[in-house]
């Protein structure tokens, strides 16, 4: 298996913009997790899914983030419209629960820069 | 997101010397485990211990478990220059919710 796929790897954006941020999860897993990673905030998770069901969003910092999973091999993390604030590497996660095991494997993350 | 704790935030060692980096957790576990980030890349899985193991080693990687003080190790032996990188640790409750450390930031000198 290839690993957890994010696209793109960087994305430069100007603020007030559309951003689409894409992840294919391992094929099996059926946990699905974003992460966002600042210097300043460490690494926070903003949503998470299970069986394409978002599970928890509280971690979602505004309306302006939103995250899709239409199915078991794709989601989307949008940010409409961008703020410089939002500049961070973005990660996506997966895992498939097993006898206790949780190990959540990342993808390389999206650096996302808005200006 | 509830985060653990980790100490120290920032270590430097000389090459050859032992790291070891603490991680306190507040909630029941499943599991915990170790990740490494190296500078500008992805997370990469080191080591899982589950919530009735104490204690487990994978190379030169030791990680220790107490779930009385809620805590765990790190150990990592005869460091080298390529272990530098910033350490994690996640606790897994029994919602399979990952809870992050702050990181440890571990500078190997040559």
Request: proline content about 4%.
């Amino acid at each position: 298996d290839a690993g957890v796929i994010q696209s793109p790897r960087h994305e430069v954006t100007e603020m007030g913009q559309e951003v689409t941020l894409r992840c294919k999860p391992i094929s099996g897993h059926d946990y699905l997790f974003w992460y966002r990673q600042t210097m300043m905030r460490g690494l926070e998770l903003l949503i998470y899914f299970n069986n394409n069901v978002p599970i928890d969003d509280s971690g979602m910092p505004e309306d302006r983030f939103s995250a899709k999973m239409p199915n078991a091999s794709f989601s989307t993390l949008k940010i409409q419209p961008s703020e410089p604030r939002d500049s961070a590497v973005y990660f996506c996660a997966s895992s498939r629960p097993h006898r206790g095991s949780t190990e959540a494997f990342f993808g390389q993350g999206t650096r996302l820069t808005v200006v | 997101s509830q985060q653990g704790e980790e100490d120290p935030q920032a270590l430097s060692i000389q090459e050859g010397e032992n790291a070891t980096m603490n991680c306190s957790y507040k909630t029941s576990i499943n599991n915990l485990q170790w990740y490494r980030q190296n500078s500008g890349r992805g997370l990469v899985h080191l080591i899982l211990i589950r919530s009735n193991e104490r204690e487990k080693h994978s190379g030169r990687l030791r990680v220790t478990l107490d779930t009385s003080k809620k805590s765990s190790s790190l150990l990592i032996t005869a460091s080298r220059a390529a272990d530098t990188a910033s350490y994690f640790c996640v606790s897994s409750d029994s919602n399979y919710q990952l809870i992050w450390g702050a990181g440890t930031k571990l500078i190997i000198k040559p």
